[in-house]
């Protein structure tokens, strides 16, 4: 059939175009078949699906769909198919025959509605074709794609061959969005991009994107069939429109269209750099200039275009979304483009429910698609404010040659000249406060009616009458930490709508993610109707505190979150965020969460505890991810917290918390006051006061001992029974009452329940865990963890040895804490001193064994907390350093940083342990160091193991000048593999003066970090 076409381009353009092509099909018109396609729908998210087709959120298609959008008036499916998961290996690349059969059914339901399909190889491109044009022996680009072009060519022969009998109004498409993974201009290097990875490569060339499109055109033309003059639509890279524009070059054959995306608009089309409305002069004359260009160099030569896919995401303003598209499809329109729909399934035609989720949309691109024009009012919403007076409202309106009909208000007409007036220019629409005082009770937020605008053409306009207030969220602060987990901050909306995330520095104010805005993008943050979602991809980029904006709609109503940024490895000693003091740690486990309860330092302070609790807790299935469950109690108000102790305004000290009969107690103490319990419905509180303990009648006022019930441990054994521990240089226990859980039994009182002659050396900080039959009591001796055990939680207690040691080879104070199972592993929980005081303290903890006969061996202090190994090529901020000789000090400097600092002659900074896996040779290390030098000349010693009895690794000259900057030297070092204590050493030309002050450190392999 192929002497059947004639050259007769220039009778249908009236212009001939050299390069493009020359001819048309005497049966199949390209220009006038494009003008009946529109407009047109993407099957997505279904076929083109990975690996199967209901992968993606949609059920398998069915024909109810298909029919559904025939009715809807469109005149087009695209049918985009990944066919990558369904084929066998090469050479021969066989697509499976149940998959086979499967597309063709779906694209027989269409032809058979006399739809016009079109059929593509679509998620291959990236899956496999994106790197057709590079050697995998070289990674160096080749001129005939000797990868993977064959197995294109192959794919394209089973397709064409299986539907070579099927009508003209089939239609192909070679290749959805072809590229080498980066879009940075029509320029290629012959070396790839990452050796690693040469797949990630430069655009393709015109050449290259013209081989693609001339080589599958010709084995489509050479199939068979109707295929010799069947349409067949071409693209350039990515199909973007720009590299369309730029390099496409002529194929020699008369039945082929070309194709394009135009998400150049992309910043509005995903709600980018704010852009969330559109419609703006700019706004359109950025759609003028693309599609003029587009008409231009290829419409009016006689290559018609289908746009193939295009739209916005749920992101962006409805109205402006309705605006935008009537915008585009008739500029489609004018320039007789065919406009094929992109729809994933979620966001526009509910499959199942066989629905429009917004009616509007539809009506607006199918009458646009035909010529149509639609008509405006410039909004989706009326909002009136529940707190603020009612008065006339007014808004634009944009005819477009209509004429506005009615206004109806569910089955009430609006009375024009009463309810509402229309200028004399009919541009704008005046809604009056008797009306809108009728329309709306300012009582009740939330929808409250939908006025319905009826115009003499196109599409009908719903506008939603809402009354909104102020949204509300429970806290105005998050906290963050390095396991950048997603954080969901639970929003009332109050009838207003999210319109954008704004997100920058607190201290500069400067954007965080991108110079040229403080806006996200969408998808770095998600939103439902109760919450606001920030994404891990947008909070690994807050390196310091910052403010996160929400906007709403209507404009000018925002809400401003503090995120107090952690510094650090999540899980590392301190566990807790860096700027976070929490000593005297209890930890307890409560379904699936551990909790961890003490007091609260702050940092500097010149005394133990301040005057609130507060709880941390992580979920047992990451050990890591530590979060802020806020204060818990009070003995003082606060702005945020009231006070909860009646009877004194002193500290709070070294509290425990047990769960029983589905609540959660609180014991706390109060400096020099009887201490108390609170209680609460949660573990993590806030806690309310229930009563200060009650000694049993006729005790002496001094009952309990220093501060009445020091350091409180209570223990509810396995029959109900409750226990509490205490005391200051001398322990005490006691029963209480389970009734009530504050009164103390009578006759239970028991003193020295720890006797205090050596071995046992009872100073605070009482615990009691129970393991299987033993009891273990948990208790400092000076700045030494010891426990004693017995077979009954009243005694005796035998002595069983030293947990841990706090002051060994790190600067030494008090120690607290207790031991705990999570998952299976025993960690002992204690604290550790920093500011160069024993004041502020942090919270860490270890792994501990207990061994079979059930003592519990002796541990070291160690950087790991609930980590296995620490990464050397990833930068280790210095405080979490287990090992501080020679006077050397960590201190906060502000919220993230917090150095080791005064490192003069000697000083010795550790960190147990680094795994520095198995390194191969010929690799070079490097060590850097962030310092800030002081006035003394040195160097600092990087060793493994031990100081002068391991092995020096290297040494970093600090030959820098003094000042307050950070800078960054770094150092060439031996190759290490394995695990290793590392250990860093100052050394000085003078013993007195300062060397340098370090924040962090970090490895790197072959100048690159791991």
């Not at 069915?62 to 369904?86: L, N, S, Y």
């Not at 290996?89 to 697509?95: L, N, V």
């Not at 004194?648 to 400096?671: I, M, R, T």
């Not at 006759?747 to 033993?774: H, L, Q």
């Amino acid at each position: 059939m192929r002497n059947n076409l004639k050259s007769i381009l220039g009778l249908v353009s009236g212009v001939l175009l050299a390069g493009l092509s020359t001819g048309i099909s005497a049966t199949i018109d390209p220009v006038k078949t494009v003008r009946e396609m529109s407009p047109g729908w993407n099957l997505g998210n279904a076929m083109d699906g990975i690996p199967n087709e209901d992968s993606w959120g949609n059920k398998p298609t069915r024909e109810t769909t298909i029919e559904d959008i025939q009715k809807a008036g469109f005149k087009t499916i695209r049918m985009p198919v990944t066919w990558t998961h369904h084929m066998g290996p090469g050479p021969d690349y066989t697509i499976d025959e149940k998959w086979m059969n499967r597309v063709e059914g779906v694209v027989d339901w269409g032809l058979k509605r006399d739809l016009y399909v079109i059929l593509d190889v679509h998620h291959d491109s990236w899956e496999w074709m994106n790197v057709m044009a590079v050697d995998p022996k070289t990674g160096k680009y080749v001129n005939d794609f000797n990868t993977d072009m064959p197995r294109l060519e192959k794919v394209w022969a089973q397709i064409a061959r299986r539907f070579s009998q099927k009508s003209g109004k089939l239609i192909f498409e070679t290749l959805n969005e072809p590229n080498d993974g980066m879009y940075t201009g029509d320029t290629k290097d012959e070396k790839p991009a990452d050796p690693k990875h040469p797949a990630v490569r430069h655009d393709l060339s015109s050449e290259e994107m013209r081989t693609i499109n001339d080589r599958i055109l010709k084995l489509i033309r050479k199939s068979g069939g109707l295929n010799d003059e069947r349409l067949v639509m071409v693209t350039q890279q990515g199909n973007i429109e720009r590299m369309t524009l730029k390099g496409y070059t002529a194929l020699n054959d008369p039945a082929i269209l070309m194709t394009i995306h135009p998400y150049s608009l992309w910043e509005f089309v995903a709600g980018q750099t704010g852009h969330y409305t559109w419609g703006t002069m700019k706004d359109k004359r950025n759609v003028d200039g693309l599609f003029n260009h587009l008409n231009k160099t290829f419409v009016k030569k006689g290559l018609p275009i289908v746009v193939g896919e295009w739209g916005a995401g749920p992101s962006t303003e409805r109205f402006s979304k309705w605006y935008y598209y009537n915008y585009l499809a008739r500029k489609m329109h004018q320039f007789g483009m065919a406009d094929v729909w992109w729809d994933n399934g979620a966001d526009h035609f509910d499959r199942d429910a066989r629905v429009w989720r917004d009616e509007t949309v539809k009506n607006i691109i199918v009458n646009a698609a035909q010529g149509i024009a639609n008509s405006f009012v410039m909004t989706s919403d009326i909002f009136v404010n529940a707190k603020s007076a009612i008065k006339d409202m007014s808004f634009p309106v944009e005819l477009n040659g209509n004429e506005l009909m009615d206004i109806t208000l569910g089955d009430k007409k609006l009375v024009q000249g009463t309810d509402y007036t229309v200028n004399q220019k009919k541009t704008s629409v005046t809604f009056s406060e008797p009306f809108l005082k009728t329309a709306v009770d300012q009582k009740k937020i939330g929808l409250q009616g939908i006025l319905k605008f009826d115009f003499s053409a196109g599409a009908d306009q719903p506008v939603n009458i809402v009354v909104c207030d102020q949204p509300v969220v429970d806290k105005k602060s998050l906290v963050l930490d390095p396991s950048v987990a997603d954080i969901r901050i639970p929003v009332d909306f109050k009838a207003m709508k999210l319109a954008a995330v704004r997100l920058v520095d607190k201290a500069t104010g400067q954007s965080i993610k991108e110079k040229r805005t403080s806006y996200v993008n969408f998808g770095d943050f998600v939103y439902d109707d109760n919450s606001v979602t920030l994404k891990s991809v947008l909070l690994r980029r807050i390196k310091a505190d910052a403010v996160i904006t929400l906007e709403f709609w209507p404009k000018a109503t925002s809400l401003d979150l503090v995120v107090k940024h952690v510094s650090g490895v999540p899980g590392a000693n301190p566990f807790l965020p860096s700027w976070e003091y929490i000593p005297d740690g209890e930890p307890r486990v409560f379904g699936d969460r551990v909790y961890l309860y003490g007091s609260h330092d702050t940092a500097g302070s010149t005394k133990f505890c301040d005057y609130k609790l507060k709880v941390w807790s992580a979920p047992l299935s990451n050990l890591n991810n530590w979060r802020d469950k806020g204060d818990s109690f009070h003995s003082r108000a606060d702005e945020e917290h009231a006070d909860d102790v009646p009877w004194s305004d002193n500290e709070l000290y070294a509290p425990d918390v047990v769960g029983k009969g589905g609540k959660y107690y609180l014991y706390f103490f109060v400096v020099g006051a009887p201490g108390g319990v609170a209680v609460s419905d949660t573990p993590a509180g806030p806690f309310k006061l229930v009563s200060k303990i009650v000694a049993p009648p006729g005790s002496p006022a001094d009952f309990g001992g220093w501060g009445s019930y020091a350091d409180p441990g209570v223990l509810v054994d396995d029959d109900g029974s409750v226990y509490i521990y205490w005391g200051y240089q001398r322990s005490h226990m006691a029963q209480i009452n389970p009734a009530n859980m504050y009164e103390i039994l009578s006759d239970t009182y028991k003193p020295d329940i720890i006797p205090n002659p050596p071995p046992f050396n009872f100073f605070e900080a009482a615990s009691m865990r129970k393991i299987g039959g033993t009891y273990y009591f948990i208790y400092a001796d000076g700045g030494i963890l010891v426990y004693a055990t017995s077979k009954s939680p009243k005694g005796p207690f035998a002595y069983g040895g030293r947990i841990i040691t706090n002051g060994r080879d790190y600067p030494g104070g008090n120690i607290h804490g207790s031991h705990c199972n999570l998952n299976g592993q025993w960690y002992i929980f204690y604290h550790r001193m920093s500011n160069n005081t024993v004041f502020s303290r942090r919270a860490c903890a270890e792994r501990v064994t207990i061994e079979t006969d059930g003592s519990i061996r002796e541990v070291e202090q160690t950087s790991l907390g609930f980590r296995e190994k620490l990464d050397p090529y990833q930068e280790t901020p210095a405080d979490i350093a287990c090992v501080l000789k020679g006077g050397n000090y960590i201190t906060e400097l502000d919220r993230s940083t917090h150095p080791v600092i005064k490192n003069k002659n000697n000083c010795v900074i550790g960190y147990k342990y680094f795994d520095f896996g198995a390194q191969a040779d010929g690799h070079v290390t490097e060590f850097s160091a962030q310092i800030r030098k002081g006035p003394g000349s040195g160097r600092i010693e990087i060793w493994i193991d031990a100081t002068a009895t391991g092995r020096k690794i290297g040494t970093l000259d600090l030959n820098l000048p003094a000042g307050d900057s950070w800078q960054n030297p770094s150092t060439k070092v031996e190759n290490v593999s394995g695990r290793h204590a590392l250990y860093l050493k100052f050394v000085g030309d003078d013993a007195s003066e300062m060397i340098a002050d370090l924040k962090s450190l970090t490895f790197t392999i072959s100048g690159t970090t791991r």
